[in-house]
């Protein structure tokens, strides 16, 4: 019987296979005949399993160019021509899907005129302030779009510049308007807005300098309110590009104080020091502008600084009327310790309030207002002027004989009783307040009388209180 020969026949593994696949839903192809030469085309795709659609191609804010952003109870709003568009609640970058909560857009008509532009949005009496360049529309919103609805409507206020547009609380917005800085604010008990001219001590001078302004040039002011005092900054800018002027407005009702201020948008750059030790007691800086204002900080071993005429010795500022600023020192071979610097002027583009600090853009560059700890100061100068008063009675003839006055830092005083020259005498310079001192005596007379304040010290100044001290005799 023969044997069966058995053969040994491998399995090979399997070659040229894939990784597995899940299962795929079908493509479809969809070819669109567009009904216009813009090619802009909306879909919107149903699930009709769950009814949720998705939109895809153009939206709400396709080819939009907005010239405002804000955010408000949990929305970003954008604006853009008289349309203001809103996301989805909670969703900042949903802003065309039909399923999300709230995202949608309303025009605003002004019912005047021709829909206008809007310049900026802000809360107010937990609703939205719309505001275009001549009209402010009160608004009630919320999450369903469906129940926007205006509330009231504000003709001839608005603003052409967007940035200056600030709440103030819940109950005051400050804007520039073309007639100078105005308030929409809580008329009474009704909750009714109405319009509040603040701006009135400043108006004769924002106006003359809005009046030599382009639109252009006007929209480029902007805004932010102080966090640490509360106050309302407006910077307006100048015909020539140059720096302008930050307005400042203090408002506390409290203290019956309402009051306007102005802020030069400058900071200090140090002027490199000409030598380490003096040379035959002195040592002089060169190469400085004329026209251009210095500020001087006195070190251990310093007694004056002189450029031109004027010689100061002890800490200040000064304009420069020469190239040149010589400083004398305690002897020959003392170290150089005092400090110069430049004050140096910027243009601001936009403000912004960050852990309860004021920074500010301009150009590529940001400053901080106070520094890193918020209680920097600078001897950039401070001064102000009260207006001729006539203490009740105007028609009576004064004789002035002396003045008192509360304050802290190193302030110098000036009075001033014609105002047909305005003409001011210096009447007291000093650190320390009066009131605990003999009389500062002023010898005058007339009718009115104002006093002005120069502070130009390195650190915190406050002016309290002057009392004027007269004799009055019969009316004229």
Not at 76 to 101: E, H
Not at 374 to 393: A, E, I, R
Request: charged share 10%; glycine share 10%.
């Amino acid at each position: 019987m023969s044997t069966p020969i058995q053969y040994a026949n491998p399995v090979l593994a399997p070659t040229g296979g894939v990784n597995a696949l899940s299962g795929q839903g079908m493509d479809y192809h969809v070819t669109l005949a567009l009904p216009s030469t813009n090619g802009e085309v909306t879909l919107t795709l149903t699930d009709n399993l769950t009814g949720t659609q998705t939109q895809v191609g153009s939206g709400n804010v396709t080819g939009i160019n907005p010239t405002f952003l804000s955010v408000f109870n949990n929305k970003v709003y954008a604006l853009a021509g008289a349309t203001a568009y809103f996301t989805a609640v909670d969703q900042p970058v949903i802003w065309n899907d039909p399923t999300a909560a709230g995202n949608g857009f309303i025009t605003m008509r002004n019912y005047y005129s021709t829909p206008e532009s809007l310049a900026a949005c802000a809360p107010y009496q937990g609703s939205l302030l719309f505001v275009s360049r001549r009209t402010v529309q009160v608004w009630h919103v919320d999450p369903d779009p469906a129940n926007y609805a205006p509330v009231q409507i504000l003709p001839n206020i608005g603003t052409v510049a967007g940035l200056t547009v600030q709440p103030v609380g819940d109950m005051d917005v400050y804007m520039l308007a073309d007639n100078g800085v105005r308030s929409v604010r809580v008329r009474d008990a009704s909750n009714n807005a109405i319009i509040a001219d603040v701006g009135t001590p400043i108006d004769a001078i924002v106006q003359s300098l809005l009046s030599s302004l382009t639109d252009a040039q006007k929209a480029t002011a902007c805004g932010i309110v102080d966090p640490s005092a509360n106050r309302y900054w407006v910077y307006v800018p100048t015909p020539s590009g140059a720096a302008g002027s930050i307005y400042t407005f203090s408002y506390f009702p409290g203290a019956s104080i309402a009051a306007w201020g102005t802020y030069a948008p400058t900071y200090q750059a140090a002027v490199i020091a000409p030598a380490l030790n003096y040379s035959g007691s002195t040592v002089t800086y060169t190469g400085l502008t004329v026209g251009q204002r210095y500020a001087w900080l006195p070190g251990a071993h310093e007694v004056s600084i002189t450029n031109g005429t004027q010689v100061l010795l002890k800490e200040g500022a000064f304009v420069a009327t020469a190239t040149t600023a010589t400083v004398t020192g305690t002897g020959a071979t003392a170290t150089y310790t005092g400090a110069l610097s430049q004050t140096t002027s910027f243009v601001p583009t936009k403000f912004l309030t960050y852990q309860g600090q004021v920074w500010v853009r301009a150009g590529n560059a940001l400053y901080q207002y106070g520094g890193a700890s918020n209680q920097l100061y600078d001897n950039s100068g401070v001064n102000w002027t009260t207006p001729y008063m006539d203490g009740g009675s105007p028609g009576t003839r004064k004789q002035f004989e002396s003045v008192d006055a509360a304050f802290q830092g190193s302030w110098a005083i000036s009075a001033s009783a014609d105002y047909t020259t305005g003409g001011y005498k210096l009447v007291y310079n000093n650190n320390a307040s009066t009131f605990l001192l003999q009389a500062i005596g002023w010898e005058a007379c007339g009718t009115h009388y104002s006093f002005s304040g120069v502070e130009s010290s390195s650190g915190y100044a406050l002016f309290s209180a002057i009392l004027c001290h007269d004799k009055q005799a019969n009316e004229k």
